[in-house]
């Protein structure tokens, strides 16, 4: 037995894939390239471009621009009772959470240290060029070198560091050591 469709008029009938090899043949390249785009197009839509949040940031990079009085063209040289000058350009790509400054005596009997935590207006930056503070220096501070640690904590916990050394003079930085009269 036969099954055959009703005839309808004005609408013409086209090859079924049972008529022969060329309408199967088409129907099977068709799946084959629509299968292979598929496959080449699934991975965009499942792995965008999109930032994605469990990426883990770099820690803090930190580069000194300058360190020292800011009337003074010594680098890494202060004075007693004279603000220190610090110059830095920070990049946090996981936000920054907090900057510390921390110089601590190397040298000399005394344990002397100066402390300093800046957040505010830096609290979730990425990044600050020429960041850009004052740390005041007592007078009474001890004379000699000084170890320098400029630290940035993100706000994921890491933190990156930079460490250097200075040095501490009595004077007031306008090119004399000690100028006052006796």
């Not at 510390?100 to 800046?118: D, P």
Request: proline share 5%.
């Amino acid at each position: 037995m036969t099954w055959e469709f009703p005839k309808t008029p004005g609408i013409k009938r086209e090859r079924s894939c049972d008529e022969g090899p060329k309408a199967s043949n088409m129907v099977s390249k068709a799946k084959i390239w629509g299968t292979a785009l598929l496959i080449n197009l699934a991975p965009g839509f499942f792995f965008s471009c999109s930032q994605d949040d469990g990426a883990d940031p770099a820690a803090p990079a930190i580069k000194i621009i300058h360190l020292g009085t800011h009337e003074s063209p010594d680098d890494r040289v202060f004075y007693t009772g004279v603000p220190i000058h610090l110059e830095a350009d920070i990049k946090a790509p996981g936000l920054i959470q907090k900057i510390e400054l921390e110089i601590r005596q190397k040298s000399g009997y005394g344990n002397h240290a100066v402390t300093k935590e800046y957040t505010g207006s830096y609290v979730g930056l990425k990044e600050v060029p020429g960041f850009y503070e004052h740390a005041d220096l007592l007078k009474d501070v001890a004379l000699g070198d000084y170890s320098l640690q400029l630290k940035v904590t993100d706000q994921k916990g890491k933190s990156g560091s930079v460490y250097d050394i200075v040095t501490i003079r009595a004077g007031d930085g306008q090119g004399g050591e000690h100028n006052h009269d006796h």
